[in-house]
Nanobody
Framework: QVQLVESGGGLVQAGGSLRLSCTAS????????MGWFRQAPGKEREFVGS????????DYVDSVKGRFTISRDNAKNTVYLQMNSLKPEDTAVYYC???????????????????WGQGTQVTVSS
């Protein structure tokens, strides 16, 4: 059983930056596609970004391209989400997720992820 623990959320002013971390335990982290999702109040969970096993391939939702960056350190079983130029509309609970996919690629669909963290709140004030 894989356990994922996110950290790094908080309150930041618009234009600021935060870095979220997600550390995994109990599985072969280097063979998991990792993803970040978010859910704002009253809205459905939304894909944010994903990283292949090695981090060589990443994908992002259009609204965060150029502002958010996913990276991973497989030696530390950790994936990061660097968020720059934050906007109030980025306010949400952010979740990391792991997919035991057979391919070294990114994935967008929540249904393709097997394990989820508990989430960390990000609040961007205007």
């Amino acid at each position: 059983q894989v356990q994922l623990v996110e950290s790094g959320g908080g309150l930041v002013q618009a234009g600021g930056s935060l870095r979220l971390s997600c550390t995994a335990s109990g599985g072969a982290f280097s063979r998991y596609t990792m993803g970040w999702f978010r859910q704002a109040p009253g809205k459905e969970r939304e894909f944010v970004g994903s990283s292949s096993w090695t981090g060589s391939s990443t994908d992002y939702v259009d609204s965060v391209k150029g502002r958010f960056t996913i990276s991973r350190d497989n030696a530390k079983n950790t994936v990061y989400l660097q968020m720059n130029s934050l906007k109030p509309e980025d306010t949400a609970v952010y979740y990391c997720a792991a997919s035991s996919s057979a391919w070294n690629t990114w994935r967008r669909r929540a249904a393709e992820y097997d394990y989820w963290g508990q989430g960390t709140q990000v609040t961007v004030s205007s």
